[in-house]
């Protein structure tokens, strides 16, 4: 009876699919969505878009998360953490997966079939008046005006290594941001860049990847990551999502890349053309995905969002609200027990050292403890909102005037009623005031909860810098910002509502 | 009515050792009499005052009111029994002058509307002026008729003054004075006042006791220490009057 019930409960247990904030990874998950969805009985959910490896994988490891496309050079450098740089792909798969499965009990499925790592690029006239096509024979070009990403300018296994592993010298080499990279390739005015080799925009621009035939670059083939014990629910899932193994080519998915990120295409309407043309999915399964069409005037895209902007409004003061109130509820007795108690007074340091954590990796660390979503939200936005209200309540009540205090006990008031009717008051603007500075962060703060999933003005920021569309990280950022500053004026107004007029100067 | 009977009191010092500051303190105030506590600096006149009201605990020593040791009475049960009037009032600053008076009636379940604008008459104090304002809004002779009025709340039996005119002008201090001596005669409370100024002693006390380094060196009336002072301080505090 009781493995009936549970078996039961076990069906009706979505699976989850989760997947890192940029395209490419929300793509996936979205493919890998729809297909469980349209191929099985199974109910999904999806928690795309989380920020950063080390939330989505902590995710992963926690069971808040069932699947999620991974990089096998990822694997291999930061969750194994090996050193030793890995040139030969089936090597680093099999590496991967089979200490994965050992140590971790989580699955490497068969890849998709591209490789998303560095790869150099060529302008195609060049390309073609030189029958260029691999990395090798750019040696004996110096001619040929480089602008690589600053960064890949400076790595020792960037452009120096290649050019000592290939032997390449070229006589201009500049250093430059990705973006404007593109678009002076475009112009003509340098011939080489370097990029990832499944970047949407290799799709759309007249350029050539040329093979790294030494295979210099480490491989970051990609992979579904599974749960094994999603597989041992649902042993079906294995086969499936099996049908996807080698579906796409670095070329191919750089041009899907480019169907979101160029074309403004929904995730889901290009994920689901993509599934019908591979035969995996009728395409009368496609779902009509939110107009994202970049030609739309600002008017007109903020307008066709009014109702998803409320939602957001409403979940990130929900989430602040909460976090403030909690925290309001705790920091003001610790505060008054810490102004009492000498002895108490390393918890301000306790609470300074909380507000140090890295906002990511505070969700991040608390992925294990709390999951995914709001209560991790909550939790974070609240252990940032404690100092300033515990730090200002132990500084409001410290500055009573003592004589004050001398003078409420003398006159035969208890310890109690002298908190409640003489030091509460007179420490209240100041208290306030340490409320007003936890609000104004938290409202800030809140923005990261979008990376687990929490929803609230962060979510169109997240999407925004991952598919590159300003205008959706405006739709975010700006209510963001005006919020903070409202709140802020808000509880100001308040706190002088609240001050004594006997205390007003 | 308060009796202490070889009182001891010190304090840790900075350097590790102590501070004596009540060097065995014997005293005897009776019902109805008005007693200032007078001597140099550092002399004990005060610690001697808080032990009245448990503000200090004596480290030996006992200290007896209405022929009960207080150490076995419930601190704010005592306290409650005696007005606490200290320098410049001890006006709560986030209330009006009819909440500070009115503050220990109210947390003790007892509220007479009457007995504040009674207790102003008293200090003279116009209660239609001055009901309402903050302490902010009171010059100090205004801030310290409040700080009595709101010492004599409860009606208790005793009344204890730390240097209560000590911020004032010498004109304002003066008139005080005078005025005090009358309004303490009225209520018929026992009283004892710390100073450090002879005139405010003699104006107002019917006995006057002397400390230095923590022992009394003269208990007596006005005109026996003027008479025979028993020490070169006593002498040089009554060559200032």
New interface residues.
């Given amino acids: 009876m009781i493995l009936w019930v549970a078996a039961a409960l076990a069906q009706d247990e979505p699976v989850v699919v989760g997947s890192k904030t940029f395209t490419e990874s929300r793509l996936l998950g979205e493919v890998m969505a729809q297909l469980i969805e349209g191929r099985t009985e199974i109910p999904v959910e999806r928690k795309l878009g989380l920020g950063g490896t080390t939330i989505v994988y902590g995710a992963l490891e926690s069971g808040e998360v069932d699947l999620y496309p991974e990089y096998t050079g990822t694997g291999w450098a930061v969750h194994l953490g090996i050193e030793e740089p890995v040139r030969d792909p089936l090597r680093a798969f099999g590496v991967v997966q089979q200490r994965f499965r050992d140590e971790r009990e989580l699955l490497w499925l068969a890849p998709f079939g591209f490789n998303n790592t560095y790869a150099m690029a060529l302008r195609d006239e060049v390309a073609a008046e030189h029958g260029i096509t691999k990395v090798s024979e750019l040696a004996g070009h110096p001619e040929l005006r480089a602008g690589v990403s600053h960064e890949f300018l400076e790595r020792e296994d960037g452009w120096p290594g290649l050019a000592e592993a290939y032997g390449l010298q070229v006589d201009e080499l500049r250093g430059m941001d990705h973006g404007l990279a593109y678009e002076a390739l475009r112009s003509g005015e340098i011939d080489l860049i370097d990029a990832y080799s499944t970047d949407g925009k290799l799709a759309r621009f007249p350029v050539r990847v040329l093979a790294d035939d030494l295979r210099y670059f480490p491989p970051y083939d990609c992979a579904p990551l599974v749960r094994a014990d999603l597989l041992e629910r649902h042993p079906e899932l294995g086969p499936l999502l099996g049908e996807l193994a080698f579906s796409l080519s670095d070329a191919e998915m750089a041009e899907l890349n480019a169907a979101v990120e160029v074309d403004g295409r929904a995730f889901e309407e290009v994920a689901a053309s993509f599934l019908s043309e591979q035969g995996l999915l009728d395409a009368a399964a496609v779902a009509e995905g939110p107009d994202t069409n970049r030609d739309a005037d600002l008017g007109t895209f903020v307008a066709a969002r009014t109702d998803l902007l409320l939602r957001l409004l409403g979940e990130h003061l929900a989430l602040t609200g909460t976090a403030v109130l909690l925290a309001i509820l705790t920091a003001v007795p610790l505060g008054v027990a810490v102004s009492r108690r000498r002895a108490l007074r390393p918890l301000l340091t306790v609470a300074g050292v909380l507000q140090t954590i890295p906002g990511l990796a505070l969700l991040a660390l608390l992925i294990p403890l709390l999951g995914l979503g709001w209560a991790n939200a909550i939790a974070a936005l609240f252990l940032y909102a404690l100092l300033p209200i515990l730090q200002n309540t132990a500084t409001g009540l410290d500055e009573v005037d003592a004589?004050?205090l001398?003078?409420?006990?003398?006159?035969?008031?208890?310890e109690g009623?002298l908190l409640r009717?003489?030091l509460l008051?007179?420490a209240m603007p100041t208290i306030l005031a340490g409320v007003r500075t936890s609000t104004v962060i938290s409202v800030g703060v809140a923005t990261l909860a979008a990376f687990i999933g929490a929803g609230g003005l962060g979510e169109p920021i997240v999407t925004g810098l991952a598919l590159n569309d300003t205008r959706l990280v405006l739709l975010g950022a700006v209510p963001a910002a005006a919020l903070a500053v409202l709140v802020d004026l808000g509880l100001a107004a308040l706190g002088r509502a609240a001050t004594?007029?006997?205390?007003r100067t | 009515m308060i009796r202490f009977d070889r009182v001891r009191k010190a304090w840790p010092a900075p350097d590790g050792g102590q501070v004596v500051a009540l060097d065995g303190v014997d005293l005897h105030v009776e019902v109805g009499q008005i007693v200032a506590l007078i001597g140099p600096s550092g002399c004990g006149k005060t610690t001697t005052l808080k032990c009245i009201n448990r503000l200090v605990e004596p480290d030996s020593g006992r200290v007896e009111v209405g022929g009960v040791d207080i150490s076995t009475m419930e601190a704010t049960a005592l306290r409650r029994r005696i007005g606490w009037v200290i320098q410049k009032g001890g006006l709560f600053p986030h209330m009006t002058v009819a909440q500070n008076i009115g503050l220990l009636p109210k947390l003790v379940g007892g509220t007479d509307p009457a007995r504040v604008d009674e207790l102003l008459e008293l200090v003279r104090l116009s209660p239609r002026h001055f009901r309402d304002r903050y302490p902010s809004e009171l010059s100090g002779g205004q801030a310290q008729r409040v700080g009595v009025a709101r010492a004599l709340v409860q009606d208790p039996e005793i009344l204890l003054m730390d240097e209560p005119f000590g911020a004032l002008d010498p004109v304002t201090r003066r008139q005080l004075h005078v005025e005090f001596k009358g309004l303490l005669e009225r209520v018929a409370k026992t009283v004892v006042l710390v100073t450090h100024d002879m005139a405010e002693a003699f104006a107002m006390a019917d006995r006057v006791v002397f400390l230095e380094a923590g022992r009394v060196v003269q208990d007596g009336t006005p005109e026996e220490l003027r008479a025979a002072p028993a020490t070169a301080e006593v002498a040089s505090f009554l060559e200032a009057l």
Wanted: net charge positive.
């Fill in positions: 004589s004050l001398e003078a409420g006990r003398g006159m035969g008031l208890t009623q009717h003489v008051p007179l004594p007029r006997g205390l």
